[in-house]
């Protein structure tokens, strides 16, 4: 055992932290579908011959915590059969994939004749084969009608192509987008595993195990004192699920029990409701994600992301249950149950985190329109990033950030650029603002919500709609209100108004349909009589809330004379 | 006897650099007055004056002086601290949060407790004006002139000092815009106008929302500081021609300046790269890193012939869509604050104890460990020639704040725990240096380091280990680097249109292109007429900003202009794949997938006439005569490092041909240089320090040891 040198562990920390940006941004620059290089939804991470977690750089962190458990089950899985020069890839729900659509990378790092290290890119795939092109199919019922499953397979072995396998996998993949998007993922594993190497050069094998099992440690403490802070005790809480794309009024729980004793810390969903028909299930690793990241959330953002970190934290998640879907359930969906697990956790911790928990955030509702844009004739896909953020809840002490969307991405999923959409969809923007009165009031009031409204382009375009958020409102906490619902609706030509289901796919919408699309705001969190009066103000003079709620639901006794800037009147 | 003087305003100092023929360089600092730094860079100059031999008087040193470029950070902190001007925003509406959403970003994915960036434009004074063009520049919705009246009126009675103009697809058509801005001029003349597609007429709403408000929110603010300082200089007896210097590295004439402040919101550390240049090709090579380390911040640029450009960057969390430098910055300074995290391990800034407090050495109150109270208990700094001996250096309070804050918590003594905060300082900065090379595909042991800031030379043989890079260079006016690359920057106007449009022949208008190209080069020569640049120092240098259809970002590369003349349409395609191939690795010329134009640039360019380097005279003696003692210091070689004495030089005493073996510390007035055990320095003819590992004599091929007859500090 090398001795442990307090500076070096901080010098590896910060080498680790920067060979994981680097894979990422390797990752952002080659890749070419939109979902990739433009809204960032992919990983990169380094972790231990065995699999443990070094580093790893959330861009979308649902996506993050699902590396490791698949790192470990290939290395169960090849066993003595792991070479240099291997490249592996994998996206298999039933094997601690996250979802079909995310496919990873592994790379093994070999330091002369040793296994010492992985590295690992994971991104979001413009296509995975299945039924339905980009893989939302709301109709699915297996995996099979969603996805060509890839279990761990080895694309690369000793350095040399496996042509075979690789055509195997992508005559089974629409786009060739995506065949360009995994070789750019393999060159940010490449990327890695160089730096890698030359940081095993510089202080050897000896020096980088001891020190990598100091910095768990460490991490582990760190974690342990956080988890120490809050009130030992069991507390429960629980969020709901409304549809599951097949039967109408359908409705699902998930219960978590989170248990606090000696400086650990477990979340139990024993009790969560059963798998549905549908596409409306988790996979082990996507609900796990969604835990952590809503946990991660309460502590300090500083602690470093590798392998201590997880030591006190236990995730149980019964299979066959919404959030644990048994196999071969179809899953496409699981990744959008993170909010309102996000829900049960927040209610659950509530009561004794008071300034740590935010109230309830708006919930994805997302669209995708497709169809043939009439200027260039071509098929356009737009992903509505745009419309679909909400605000968060707000927390003690602090509003909730308005416009940031879903809670499993935390504001690192863009919208598009207005003047950019307008080139690459036929539709006509018309409106884009904070909704007035959007946010839930409170001492501290949530995030605000949007409007959006546009003008579809194009003839019979196909409208999908998958999300939530349009049953119920995010909560409120210690008397804060909640916030507004999430609504998509459609003002066809004609006169009539198609309110799509929130699981759905719309067809033949005319060119000249108005899209209508609220994304509510967060719930607010304390009584909103105690706000203060100059916060009050500075909301109703920036008309994002109104003298009516000033009055009403703020008591605001003496608004004063609020100049109306022309054009903005109600 | 003419003169051309470099002022580089900065947070903390002051910095002059005075360029006299025949004569080496005068270089001056002085502590910043932030509330008029004019005052400052008045009472600077008098001080120069006074400095001279024979003294003269500050009405006798302006009337000496042809040319000043300044360099100035008033808009930088007006952004920093949120105090511009009152600015209003008319924009299309339904879309005047567009500037406050920033398009949904939280840069802190666990953190909930950050909040929104503050919008320099509060929601109140974002007024929708119902108009509306589509994306091809058709009117959709006419603009009526009544409706821009009421709420510029609205405006008046706000109290707003600056207007911002944006409407939406104003890039395709400006006629709205135009047309806005009249009625502005018209009945609220008093007002600062920015209309976005005056200033950046390309794609991308967002971007040009932002960066035309950042315009309007700062312009009045330099505006002012601009018309105070030229009239206090002119009055003092000023005659000669006074340049800003910009972000992107070239400088402008005050006229410009006063309508496009947001030219110089980065402007800061922008002078480096140009200067670090130069001293590149004084050792005979045409590209450099350079790093410059202050107080607060680390910057890192990559120069290859010429600084390395970017089209957008942030300040504050705002962006900012003009042409830069690539400038990485970092929060790594002398005032860099050292901590042990929530989980036990060291780490260095980004805060900083700035300049008040200061270092807890300083003893003016600061309490907490920074890095410079470690390099003065590493025995780096000599307590009492910190500045030349105008700062006295505390080491038991030095000692004091590592001893509360580090050593306890680390388990550590107290030069064990300055160790390490000067280890970590070092990682982060090779780290910033990394993030210009490595990850652009540069690899920064190829180019030498040109080594700038007062606290750069300590770490500078740290980050070459780092990075194994065999060697860098300590230029003579190191720590006052910017002010003197401001004198060799060129006139620079940087000119954008978009233009969306399929890359292949049959559909490009080539007319539209042509017309564009052409109002774009009346622009630029115009304004190159007003600076009063001649003809044949007058140049311009188109790029084109495309991509494959249905990719997000565009890549720029250069075309000749005679390309676009000839109609020459598959050579532009082949410099596109081209850059494509060198940036991405990779390009799709085979697959023959199809290409789009985004924007057309033009830069225009007045090449500054550029003074040579000028050689110092070699002081009598040889090296020895330079030696002022012996000094215990720790050295960080091996994986443990240890305390040693080693030799100090006086950085004054040495000339051209002096080696200097390391370990050994070389101190100057300004800034002190420490040589570890693997690097030896040479001085050169311009009193460049040239550090280089032990036995790589082979990078020293170019090295000017001689002083050149009848050429001293001549004209190049």
Not at chain 2, 2 to 15: A, E, K, P, Q, W
Not at chain 2, 170 to 175: G, I, K, Y
Not at chain 2, 477 to 484: F, G, I, M, P, Q
Request: hydrophobic share 40%; charged share 20%.
């Amino acid at each position: 055992m090398s001795a442990i040198d307090p500076i070096l562990l901080s010098v590896y920390a910060r080498c680790f932290k920067a060979i994981t940006d680097e894979m990422s941004l390797s990752v952002a620059k080659t890749t070419r579908s939109p979902i990739l290089c433009e809204a960032k939804d992919f990983v990169t991470g380094l972790y231990d011959a065995q699999g443990n977690m070094l580093e790893q750089t959330e861009h979308l962190p649902i996506l993050a915590f699902s590396l490791a458990p698949v790192c470990r089950h290939i290395v169960d899985y090849f066993g003595e059969e792991i070479y240099p020069g291997d490249v592996i890839f994998h996206n298999d729900v039933f094997s601690f994939g996250n979802q079909n659509n995310d496919v990873a990378v592994y790379t093994p790092v070999f330091f002369g004749d040793d296994l010492v290290a992985w590295t690992a890119v994971k991104g979001h795939q413009a296509d995975i084969g299945g039924a339905v092109a980009g893989g939302y199919n709301p109709n699915a019922v297996e995996v099979w009608q969603e996805a060509l499953r890839i279990p761990p397979v080895k694309v690369y072995e000793r350095g040399k192509l496996r042509k075979d396998v690789w055509d195997l996998i992508f005559s089974n993949i629409r786009f060739d987008i995506v065949e360009h998007d995994m070789r750019a993922q393999m060159g940010a594993g490449r990327v890695g595993e160089r730096r890698m190497l030359a940081l095993l050069e510089k202080y050897g094998r000896a020096s980088f195990e001891a020190h990598k099992e100091a910095l768990f440690q460490a991490t582990c403490r760190a974690m342990e004192a956080e988890i120490a802070a809050i009130p030992p005790g069991v507390y429960r809480g629980e969020g709901s699920v409304y549809y599951d794309g097949r039967t109408p009024g359908s409705k699902f729980t998930i219960r978590v029990t989170v248990e606090v004793r000696d400086r650990r810390i477990r979340f139990d969903y024993s009790g969560t409701d059963p798998q549905t028909e549908g596409f409306v299930n988790g996979t082990y690793a996507s609900s796990a994600s969604a835990t952590l990241l809503t946990f991660l959330q309460m502590v300090n953002p500083k602690i470093p992301h590798n392998e201590g970190m997880l030591r006190p934290i236990e995730i149980v998640i019964p299979e066959g249950t919404i959030l644990n879907a048994a196999y071969p359930r179809a899953t496409t969906f699981g990744n959008h149950l993170c909010p309102p697990n996000a829900d049960a956790i927040m209610k659950a911790l509530a009561p004794v985190l008071p300034d740590r928990v935010t109230a309830g955030w708006n919930h994805l509702l997302c669209s995708l329109t497709t169809g043939i844009d009439p200027r260039t004739r071509d098929r356009y896909v737009d992903i509505g990033f745009m419309g679909l953020k909400g605000g968060s809840g707000a927390m003690q002490g602090i509003d909730g950030y308005d416009h940031i969307g879903m809670i499993d991405a935390s504001g690192g999923v863009l919208d598009q650029d207005y003047e950019m959409f307008e080139q690459q969809t036929p539709h006509r923007l018309i409106q884009h603002e904070y909704l007035c009165d959007s946010a839930g009031a409170g001492q501290w009031r949530g995030g605000l919500g949007v409007e959006t409204v546009m003008e579809i382009g194009s003839d019979d375009t196909q409208v999908v709609v998958f999300g939530d958020g349009d049953f119920e409102p995010p909560f409120g906490l210690e008397g804060g209100h909640p916030g507004v619902l999430n609504l998509i609706s459609l003002d066809y030509p004609d006169g009539t108004t198609v309110v799509p289901r929130n699981k759905s796919l719309t067809t033949g919408v005319p060119r000249g349909t108005l899209y209508k699309q609220v994304a509510g705001g967060g719930g607010g969190y304390g009584d909103p009589l105690q706000r203060d009066r100059a916060r009050v103000r500075e909301d109703l003079r920036n008309g994002v809330i109104s003298l009516e709620a000033a009055r009403g639901v703020y008591g605001l006794e003496d608004p004063g004379s609020i100049p109306v800037p022309p054009g903005t009147e109600c | 006897m003419s003169f051309r003087l470099g002022i580089d305003v900065g947070g903390t100092f002051t910095d002059f650099h005075l360029q006299r023929v025949g004569r080496p360089p005068l270089l001056h600092k002085i502590l910043t007055t932030p509330s008029d730094p004019s005052e400052g860079v008045i009472a600077g100059l008098a001080e120069i004056a006074a400095r001279l031999e024979p003294a003269c008087s500050l009405s006798e040193l302006l009337a000496s002086v042809e040319l000043i470029v300044h360099g100035t950070t008033v808009t930088t902190n007006a952004v920093l601290t949120g105090q511009g001007a009152r600015t209003a925003l008319l924009t299309t509406h339904g879309f005047r949060d567009a500037l406050e959403m920033r398009r949904g970003l939280r840069e802190e994915r666990y953190n909930n407790r950050s909040t929104n960036a503050p919008p320099v434009i509060p929601r109140c004074l974002r007024l929708p004006i119902d108009e509306r063009v589509d994306a091809q520049g058709q009117v959709v919705r006419s603009l009526r002139e009544e409706q821009v009246s009421r709420a510029v009126a609205f405006c008046r009675d706000q109290g707003v000092e600056a207007l911002a103009i944006c409407f939406l697809n104003a890039f395709a058509n400006p006629q709205h815009e135009r047309a806005a801005g009249e009625v502005v001029r018209r009945e609220f003349p008093e007002a600062y106008l920015t209309v976005s597609t005056e200033l950046l007429p390309s794609i991308r709403f967002f971007n040009r929302v932002s960066t035309t408000a950042l315009n309007a929110f700062v312009g009045p603010k330099l505006k002012g500081y601009l018309d105070g300082l030229s009239r206090r200089l002119y009055e003092a007896g000023f005659e000669g021609l006074l340049l800003i210097m910009q972000s992107n590295g070239g400088v402008v004439s005050p006229r410009v300046a006063r309508e496009k402040g947001a030219l110089t919101l980065l402007s800061g550390p922008a002078a480096g790269p140009i200067a670090g240049l130069q001293y590149a090709r004084s050792v005979g090579r045409s590209s450099c890193t350079v790093v410059d380390m202050g107080g607060t911040s680390f910057d890192a640029s990559l120069v290859l012939d010429s600084p390395m450009l970017i089209n957008e960057g942030d300040i504050n969390r705002l962006r900012i869509a003009l042409p830069m430098l690539g400038i990485h910055t970092i929060g790594a300074g002398g005032g860099s604050i050292a901590h042990v995290d929530a989980g036990g391990l060291l780490r260095v800034g980004p805060q900083s104890a700035g300049a008040e407090p200061g270092p807890a050495c300083y003893g003016r109150g600061g309490r907490l460990p920074t890095s410079t109270d470690a390099n003065l208990i590493l025995g780096y700094l000599d307590p009492d020639f910190f500045a030349g001996g105008r700062l006295r250096l505390d080491v038991a309070a030095a000692r004091q704040a590592l001893e509360e804050n580090l050593t306890r918590q680390l388990g550590l003594d107290v030069e064990q725990a300055a160790a390490g905060v000067y280890r970590v300082i070092g990682t982060e900065m090779a780290q910033g240096v990394r993030e210009v090379t490595l990850e652009r595909g540069f690899d920064p042991r190829e180019f030498p380091m040109v080594v700038a800031g007062g606290a750069g030379p300590l770490h500078a043989c740290l980050i070459a280990s780092e990075l194994e890079i065999p060697w860098f260079l300590v230029p003579r006016s190191s720590s006052v680097l910017c002010a003197a690359g401001m004198l060799m920057s060129d006139l620079k106007h940087d000119h954008v249109k978009s233009l969306v449009m399929p890359w292949d022949e049959e559909r490009i208008d080539w007319q539209r292109l042509e017309e564009l190209l052409g109002e774009m080069l009346a622009e630029g020569e115009a304004l190159l007429e007003q600076e009063r640049v001649p003809a044949d120092r007058r140049s311009h240098v188109l790029t084109l900003d495309c991509r494959y259809v249905r990719q997000y970002h565009e890549v720029s590369f250069e075309v000749p202009i005679e390309t676009l003349g000839q109609r020459d349409a598959r050579s532009v395609a082949r410099a596109f794949h081209r850059e494509h191939n060198r940036l991405y690795g990779y390009s799709n010329e085979e697959q023959a997938t199809g290409i789009e134009l985004i924007n057309l640039r033009l830069t225009s360019i007045g090449r500054a006439e550029r003074a040579g380097l000028p050689c110092e005279k070699s002081p009598p003696g040889g090296v020895d005569a330079a030696l002022k003692g012996r000094r215990r210091v720790y050295l960080p070689d091996g994986q443990a490092g240890c305390f040693s004495e080693i030799a100090v030089y006086d950085g004054h005493r040495l000339g051209a041909g002096h080696r200097i073996s390391g370990p050994a510390l070389v101190e100057r007035v300004d800034t002190t240089l420490f040589l570890t055990t693997p690097f030896d320095a040479l001085c050169d003819r311009h009193g460049t320090l040239v550090i280089h590992l032990k036995g790589r004599d082979d990078l020293l091929r170019d090295v000017s040891l001689q002083e050149l007859a009848g050429q001293a500090g001549g004209l190049a």
